[in-house]
Nanobody
Framework: VQLQASGGGLVQTGGSLRLSCAAS????????MGWFRQGPGKEREFVAG????????FYADSVKGRFTISRDNAENTVYLQMDSLKPEDTAVYHC???????????????????WGQGTLVTVSS
């Protein structure tokens, strides 16, 4: 599966952005999906995940209550709605696909096999 992330940009503190992750090659409904981010000088970190079945979502504590992950299987796209953005949210955001057959709360980079190229989000203070 090929993943294409888009929707990043420059936004002021408190603003909103919606990121999209479009898939080609295979249907996204067969994967657990995640969003990760990598800030300047930092390691890539988990942001949000959504399970393949029942659309169960889970988040990093740093974004809980502000970000929402969702999926539209008909559009073969996963979204990340980001509200109340803070300067510390500045990063390159990547979407990723997990091929594990069982359900779980997959938060590790190593648990995801396919990655999009990333989209830059910059939050100004």
């Amino acid at each position: 599966v090929q993943l294409q992330a888009s929707g990043g940009g420059l936004v002021q503190t408190g603003g909103s952005l919606r990121l999209s992750c479009a898939a080609s090659g295979r249907t996204l409904s067969t994967y657990h999906m995640g969003w990760f981010r990598q800030g300047p000088g930092k390691e890539r970190e988990f942001v949000a995940g959504i399970r393949r079945s029942r659309g169960i979502t889970f988040y990093a504590d740093s974004v809980k209550g502000r970000f929402t992950i969702s999926r539209d299987n008909a559009e073969n796209t996963v979204y990340l709605q980001m509200d109340s953005l803070k300067p510390e949210d500045t990063a390159v955001y990547h979407c990723a696909a997990n091929t594990y057959s069982s359900d779980g709360y997959y938060r590790a980079v190593s648990q995801y096999s396919y990655w999009g190229q990333g989209t830059l989000v910059t939050v100004s203070s």
